[in-house]
């Protein structure tokens, strides 16, 4: 049976912070920070291992939820609080969570498809439009 994916993202979780941010498959070799929300119904603390991109200082991530007709859930949880923690590498610190409008959000999701094909695959799973965020340090 395959791995859920609470299970399957603590494991990435513990791998990233006992390595400095560096995972073994199937994220090897891709940037990959570690985004800790505050749950928009629940109020508790969330992390989540997702891929990123930089424009200028920026981190930029994509809420493509691997295809799904739906926002992942942290995707919500930033829009209700978008003050977020952001740890990179052995860095850690404090963000603020915008998400991105037209034509900036086209030309950031391409440049993500273009560091890593399986957002294109993503993009086209869907009918919906994947939101673009960008992360801001505080």
């Known amino acids: 049976m395959a791995e859920d994916v609470t299970s399957f993202n603590v494991r990435i979780i513990e791998e990233f912070r006992a390595n400095n941010g560096v995972v073994g498959a199937p994220f090897a070799g891709a940037p990959l920070l570690l985004l800790g929300t505050i749950g928009a119904k629940s109020g508790a603390a969330r992390v989540n ?21 739906q926002h992942p ?12 923690t952001v740890e990179v590498g052995s860095d850690t610190y404090q963000a603020t969570a915008q998400i991105v409008d037209e034509p900036e959000r086209t030309r950031l ?22 939101p673009v965020v960008r992360l801001q340090r505080i």
């Open 109 to 130: 999701y391409t440049q993500m498809e273009e560091q890593m094909s399986t957002f294109t695959d993503y993009r086209e799973k869907t009918e919906r439009v994947i």
């Open 49 to 69: 291992p997702l891929a990123y991109t930089k424009d200028g200082e920026d981190l930029i991530i994509i809420a493509s939820f691997a295809g799904a007709d």
């Open 73 to 84: 859930p942290w995707f919500y949880n930033l829009k209700a609080n978008p003050e977020v």
